[in-house]
T-cell receptor, first 112, second 114 residues
Framework: QKEVEQNSGPLSVPEGAIASLNCTYS??????FFWYRQYSGKSPELIMF????GDKEDGRFTAQLNKASQYVSLLIRDSQPSDSATYLC????????????FGTGTRLTVIP | EAGVAQSPRYKIIEKRQSVAFWCNPI?????LYWYQQILGQGPKLLIQ????????DSQLPKDRFSAERLKGVDSTLKIQPAKLEDSAVYLC????????????FGPGTRLTVT
């Protein structure tokens, strides 16, 4: 059984701070890692994906991957109230099927 | 570019009734996914289509759930008979192809089984 674990939160940070979201996964065969943002009552939207060890930056977002530790994280710099949402970590094996296994999500609240 | 369309947006049924959901993916997207998202959980893949063929339905409760994608475009997901634990949001997503292609999600159908 493939497991993806996240702290459910809620995680509260003040506006302008760095929010750090963490995810661990059980399947060492996992190759691709995704972060989705889901606003309340809305559908998930992709923020970033990463498949190589190290950091990947996109604007205020940085994804970090450590396959040896089976750990992936998302950092949000200069957090804004509009970043308040649930962040879903998803992992996939590098197969043609591209099945995504999602964690339960971490609820982030950015306090103005 | 139009996004993934789903209908209905909300549905309330009694247990043991049947229900069907419809999805129209983004034009040109060969891969279509149905997910079930129970409140407080992440989405769980039910079935994946590549064009009109099933790629993975290992997590689909086949005794009560069925899905089809005739002509490789629109898809329907059916539940018959529904159980209380089927109450969830059913999300349809599509992507250009399998692999490292972004999955775009539709707005979902919120099903309540009473």
């Amino acid at each position: 059984q493939k497991e993806v674990e996240q702290n459910s939160g809620p995680l509260s940070v003040p506006e302008g701070a760095i929010a750090s979201l963490n995810c661990t996964y059980s399947d060492r065969g996992s190759q691709s890692f995704f972060w989705y943002r889901q606003y309340s009552g809305k559908s998930p939207e992709l923020i970033m994906f990463i498949y190589s060890n190290g950091d990947k930056e996109d604007g205020r977002f940085t994804a970090q991957l450590n396959k040896a530790s089976q750990y992936v994280s998302l950092l949000i710099r200069d957090s804004q109230p509009s970043d308040s949402a649930t962040y879903l970590c998803a992992v996939s094996q590098w197969t043609g099927a591209n099945n995504l296994f999602f964690g339960t999500g971490t609820r982030l609240t950015v306090i103005p | 570019e139009a996004g993934v369309a789903q209908s209905p947006r909300y549905k309330i049924i009694e247990k043991r009734q049947s229900v069907a959901f419809w999805c129209n993916p983004i034009s040109g997207h060969a891969t279509l996914y149905w997910y079930q998202q129970i409140l407080g959980q992440g989405p769980k893949l039910l079935i994946q289509f590549q064009n009109n063929g099933v790629v993975d339905d290992s997590q689909l409760p086949k005794d009560r759930f069925s899905a089809e994608r005739l002509k490789g475009v629109d898809s329907t997901l059916k539940i018959q008979p529904a159980k209380l634990e089927d109450s969830a949001v059913y999300l349809c997503a599509s992507s250009l192809a399998p692999g490292l292609y972004e999955q775009y999600f539709g707005p979902g159908t919120r099903l309540t089984v009473t």
